[in-house]
């Protein structure tokens, strides 16, 4: 597995957080959540079933725009050769 760079940023961080101690988030939004509080710091890839959950986030019209943004960065912290 090839190291990862790139780290979730302090806005996306914060949403995380929120997200997380939301009762009321969805089961996704807090895996997107928990993906991208891991990779805040230490460089942690996005695994590959995520990045699916992840995508099909991002071709929803259900989804907030906060669960879109972690789906985003999550994304973007993906293995770029899958």
Do not use: C, W, Y
């Not at 949403?15 to 997380?20: F, G, Q, R, V």
């Amino acid at each position: 597995m090839s190291h990862n760079t790139k780290t979730t940023s302090k806005s996306i961080a914060s949403k995380a957080s929120k997200i997380l101690t939301n009762p009321s988030s969805s089961r996704i939004a807090k895996e997107l959540a928990g993906s991208a509080l891991s990779q805040a710091q230490r460089g942690h890839q996005t695994g590959a079933i995520l990045e699916d959950k992840a995508s099909k986030v991002l071709q929803s019209d259900k989804f907030s725009e906060s669960t879109k943004a972690l789906a985003g960065s999550v994304l973007s912290q993906s293995n770029k050769k899958r």
